[in-house]
């Protein structure tokens, strides 16, 4: 069974930075790009970051192009995003997915990811 665990969401003021985490389970985890997601209320779910399977590509929305960065470790079946400088307007639940690398595309906002986890909330004040 496929699971991707989202994890170090929370409410932060603007400025601040967090960390959110993702473990992935149930996969060969070195053959899927893994991407982060999110959702503000009222609002469809839109692009954040992504990483090809081999992680020497990554890949921004343009709204964080600059204060957030997206890793992997391949070691331990784990993404990360580091998010600094966040803003009010980041705030929103954050997912990560998975899809297989024979999916992968030079445009992965495009791209129908296969796996998805529960999410994780992100609350920034002003």
């Known amino acids: 069974q496929v699971r991707l665990v989202e994890s170090g969401g929370g409410l932060v003021q603007a400025g601040a930075s967090l960390r959110l985490s993702c473990a992935v389970s149930g996969l060969t985890f070195i053959n899927y790009g893994m991407g982060w997601f999110r959702q503000a209320p009222g609002k469809e779910r839109e692009f954040v970051a992504a990483?090809?399977?081999?992680?020497?590509?990554?890949y921004y929305a343009d709204s964080v192009k600059g204060r957030f960065t997206i890793s992997r470790d391949n070691a331990v079946n784990t993404i990360s995003l580091q998010m600094n400088s966040l803003k009010p307007d980041d705030t929103a639940v954050y997912y990560c997915?998975?899809?297989?690398?024979?999916?992968?595309?030079?445009?992965?906002?495009?791209?129908?990811?296969?796996?998805w986890g529960q999410g994780t909330q992100v609350t920034v004040s002003s």
């Open positions: 990483i090809a399977w081999s992680g020497d590509r990554t």
């Open positions: 997915a998975a899809v297989h690398r024979a999916r992968w595309s030079p445009e992965p906002s495009r791209i129908s990811f296969n796996y």
